[in-house]
């Protein structure tokens, strides 16, 4: 935790409101996210939390609220003008091009002008972060294990040359030791100076990556603090978590 609660927030939400049909998912919730800040948001699964990210990423329609990315409202801005922006989303369960390579699949981040005039920079510095990408750049996604595609779809984040990487729950189906990994990895992208939104189910391996945590329940935020606080909270834990 590098204690970044002060900084001026590059993503602003307030009075967030989404859902999908008649439905309404999120009700309400204000979050922000500083320069260079690492901000997870923790909750049960069916909260609202994919909903969250989809909205900023203006895959969902705002339905009222405020969005704003370092000071430019997001709210009627189509997907690609909002990765433009530098908001970069990387989707539960990766959604990679299979039949593609590693590289191919990288490349395809870099498919806006600006990201693509500096692709080998940025392939460079995917390959220190993820070295085993690197190795198997010819091979195909579909060939690669679990936790190298959560690596490929982090890599092909960064390859977009995003301002704030939003992460939905990267340990979702990996073994502890793989997870162990990833988050080592993602602290050190978090090390690079880059802003960070997490969202995850569990509360295991936040404490030392995240500089403020929200939980959120039935698409409310319910509580916003330092990490260090909030999970040494153990009745809040089983309360919102079904934390033991």
């Given at each position: 935790?590098?204690?970044a609660?002060?900084?001026?927030?590059?993503?602003?939400?307030?009075?967030?409101?989404?859902?999908y049909?008649?439905?309404?998912?999120?009700?309400?919730?204000?979050?922000?996210?500083?320069d260079?800040?690492?901000?997870?948001?923790?909750?049960?699964?069916?909260?609202?939390?994919?909903?969250?990210?989809?909205?900023?990423?203006?895959?969902?329609?705002?339905?009222?609220?405020?969005?704003?990315?370092?000071?430019?409202?997001?709210?009627?801005?189509?997907?690609?003008?909002?990765?433009?922006?530098?908001?970069?989303?990387?989707?539960?369960?990766?959604?990679?091009?299979?039949?593609m390579?590693?590289?191919?699949?990288?490349?395809?981040?870099?498919?806006?002008a600006?990201?693509?005039?500096?692709?080998?920079?940025?392939?460079?510095?995917?390959?220190?972060?993820?070295?085993?990408?690197?190795?198997?750049q010819?091979?195909?996604?579909?060939?690669?294990?679990?936790?190298?595609?959560?690596?490929?779809?982090?890599?092909?984040?960064?390859?977009?040359?995003?301002r704030?990487?939003?992460?939905?729950?990267?340990?979702?189906?990996?073994?502890?030791?793989?997870?162990?990994?990833?988050?080592?990895?993602?602290?050190?992208?978090?090390?690079?100076?880059?802003?960070?939104?997490?969202?995850?189910?569990?509360?295991?391996?936040?404490?030392?990556?995240?500089?403020?945590?929200?939980?959120?329940?039935?698409?409310?935020v319910?509580?916003?603090?330092?990490?260090?606080?909030?999970?040494?909270?153990?009745?809040?834990?089983?309360?919102?978590?079904?934390?033991?």
């Open positions: 935790m590098n204690g609660t002060n900084l001026a927030p590059i993503l602003q939400l307030t009075g967030v409101r989404s859902g049909g008649d439905t309404e998912v999120l009700h309400g919730p204000s979050i922000r996210v500083g260079g800040e690492t901000v997870v948001i923790l909750g049960p699964n069916g909260h609202g939390k994919t909903t969250l990210l989809r909205t900023i990423s203006g895959l969902l329609p705002l339905r009222a609220g405020e969005m704003t990315f370092a000071g430019t409202p997001l709210t009627g801005r189509p997907p690609d003008a909002i990765a433009g922006l530098g908001v970069i989303h990387i989707p539960q369960g990766d959604l990679l091009f299979p039949e390579t590693v590289l191919e699949n990288l490349l395809m981040g870099s498919y806006r600006p990201a693509w005039a500096r692709r080998q920079a940025r392939l460079e510095e995917v390959f220190a972060f993820f070295p085993r990408l690197g190795e198997r010819k091979q195909l996604a579909r060939t690669l294990s679990g936790g190298e595609r959560r690596m490929l779809a982090i890599g092909r984040g960064l390859m977009g040359e995003g704030l990487l939003m992460i939905d729950e990267p340990s979702l189906g990996l073994a502890p030791v793989i997870i162990e990994e990833l988050y080592r990895r993602i602290g050190e992208i978090k090390a690079s100076g880059r802003s960070i939104l997490l969202v995850e189910e569990s509360a295991a391996h936040v404490e030392e990556l995240a500089d403020r945590v929200y939980l959120l329940e039935s698409g409310h319910v509580r916003e603090g330092q990490p260090n606080e909030l999970l040494a909270d153990d009745a809040l834990l089983r309360t919102y978590l079904g934390v033991d």
